[in-house]
């Protein structure tokens, strides 16, 4: 595995490690603020056993008016004890609105982190190759989502090339144009590999130089494709 790959594993794997500790402490946190609230909330039907009991104590209140303003506490209390209920419910939900919210604000940073680190190893390495498909017939070589026009010797040594890198294998000048020419390795040199080498790499790297970098726009002439804020003259 190139390493690359093994970086790019490595922050993928610290990254989930980093969501799933957020998640669970965020959770923890959480439960434990909604139990402190729930407990230091007091009871619901608090106010109504002050009532009964005022009534148990008071067996000589008999007159009406003391009997309905018991009655009229009796039913504060109630309303009281719905109040209460009410706010544990709401208190409930905004709980669980914080916690979807703060999840999701780690998940979205944590995948900003893993983004940026991504795009300063892309802008280390350069091009980002994440599919690569020669295509004989036409002549062309399609990299990512681009396509660039070779002559049949640069295909021959792209396909070389590419079916030593399927395989693990590296091969040297000599090879490359034993497998080309179809002559023995001991009849050919390195610098017939070494110059069809070089031509590709002239053919393709002209093609990506003026797709990715100098663009020719028709009947108008070049242009770096580029954003100019980024231009520095020394």
């Given amino acids: 595995m190139a390493p690359n790959d093994v970086s790019v594993s490595e922050s993928r794997r610290s990254g989930t490690r980093i969501v799933v500790g957020g998640i669970a402490a965020i959770v923890a946190i959480l439960i434990a603020v909604g139990?402190?609230?729930?407990?230091?909330?007091?009871?619901?039907?608090?106010?109504?056993?002050?009532?009964?009991?005022?009534?148990?104590?008071?067996?000589?209140l008999t007159a009406d008016a003391e009997l309905k303003l018991l009655e009229v506490l009796a039913q504060s209390g109630t309303a009281f004890a719905d109040v209460l209920t009410s706010y544990r419910i709401i208190i409930l939900i905004l709980l669980l609105f914080a916690?979807?919210?703060m999840v999701a604000a780690l998940v979205f940073l944590v995948m900003l982190v893993m983004l940026n680190r991504r795009m300063a190893q892309i802008e280390r390495s350069g091009?980002?190759?994440?599919?690569?498909?020669?295509?004989?017939?036409e002549n062309t070589v399609y990299l990512n989502t681009m396509g660039f026009k070779l002559t049949d010797a640069m295909i021959e040594t792209l396909s070389v090339l590419a079916e030593a890198r399927l395989d693990d294998e590296m091969l040297t000048g000599a090879q490359i144009e034993a497998m080309i020419s179809g002559k023995s390795e001991a009849d050919c040199d390195e610098a017939s590999g070494a110059t069809r080498i070089k031509r590709l790499r002239d053919g393709l790297g002209n093609q990506i130089v003026s797709e990715l970098l100098v663009k020719n726009i028709a009947r108008r002439g070049y242009v770096l494709a580029i954003d100019k804020g980024v231009i520095e003259m020394l």
């Avoid at 139990?35 to 000589?60: C, H, K, S, W, Y």
């Avoid at 091009?127 to 017939?137: G, P, Y």
Wanted: charged share 20%; no cysteine; proline share 2%.
């Fill in 35 to 60: 139990g402190v609230l729930m407990f230091t909330l007091p009871d619901a039907n608090a106010f109504n056993a002050r009532v009964e009991r005022i009534f148990v104590e008071n067996d000589q």
């Fill in 99 to 101: 916690a979807a919210l």
């Fill in 127 to 137: 091009i980002e190759v994440s599919s690569l498909i020669i295509s004989r017939e």
